[in-house]
T-cell receptor, first 112, second 116 residues
Framework: TQLLEQSPQFLSIQEGENLTVYCNSS?????LQWYRQEPGEGPVLLVT?????EVKKLKRLTFQFGDARKDSSLHITAAQPGDTGLYLC????????????FGQGTRLTINP | ETGVTQTPRHLVMGMTNKKSLKCEQH?????MYWYKQSAKKPLELMFV???????ENNSVPSRFSPECPNSSHLFLHLHTLQPEDSALYLC???????????????FGSGTRLTVV
């Protein structure tokens, strides 16, 4: 069974601060995705990373895929209250590539 | 309507009731999924349908019965549920292609189910 461990599970910071969320596994993934889920809604895809060492930027969000494709990080610069939500990483295995395995999520709160 | 629509948004049912959750996708995708989201647990995959054929049942109890009449509609029929089945049930769709690593899931807003 492939598992994705996210840390921290909860994070509460002030507006304007920077933060990093981690997603780690002992397994290799063919790709990894990050989703954000707001209360009362389903998760929304933010980014897909495919290549080991890949870095993608989405405005103030920077996503990195580890060289060995076993881990990923999400860095937010100058966090804003609108960034509040549950951040989920999800990996796609080398075999059975259709299925996504999700981490347990990081609940982020940005205080004004 | 666009995206993935789930109804109802909220459902309270007794343990002896029978109810159904409905999911409809307007994206032309060829795969649909049911996930269960409980507090403090990762999203749990329940069922996978490709081109309306069930391709995965993730050891889900028989009190949950999926139905996929076509590629756009997915149902989850519920009967004799237990209180521990209370959770957010999410439907998702995706387009399965030759490069599976690249596509993501589009989720509905979910049905918040409470079993009393």
């Amino acid at each position: 069974t492939q598992l994705l461990e996210q840390s921290p599970q909860f994070l509460s910071i002030q507006e304007g601060e920077n933060l990093t969320v981690y997603c780690n596994s002992s397994s290799v993934f063919s790709s990894l995705q990050w989703y954000r889920q707001e209360p009362g809604e389903g998760p929304v895809l933010l980014v897909t990373v495919v290549t080991g060492g890949e870095v993608k930027k989405l405005k103030r969000l920077t996503f990195q895929f580890g060289d060995a494709r076993k881990d990923s990080s999400l860095h937010i610069t100058a966090a804003q209250p609108g960034d509040t939500g549950l951040y989920l990483c999800a990996g796609r295995a080398i075999q059975g590539a259709q299925k996504l395995v999700f981490g347990q999520g990081t609940r982020l709160t940005i205080n004004p | 309507e666009t995206g993935v629509t789930q109804t109802p948004r909220h459902l309270v049912m007794g343990m002896t009731n029978k109810k159904s959750l409905k999911c409809e996708q307007h994206l032309g995708h060829n795969a649909m999924y049911w996930y269960k989201q409980s507090a403090k647990k990762p999203l749990e995959l329940m069922f996978v349908y490709n081109f309306k054929e069930q391709t995965e049942n993730n050891s889900v109890p028989s009190r949950f019965s999926p139905e996929c009449p076509n590629s756009s509609h997915l149902f989850l029929h519920l009967h004799t549920l237990q209180p521990e089945d209370s959770a957010l049930y999410l439907c998702a769709s995706s387009q399965v292609t030759a490069t599976p690593s690249l596509y993501g899931y589009t989720f509905g807003s979910g049905t918040r189910l409470t079993v009393v």
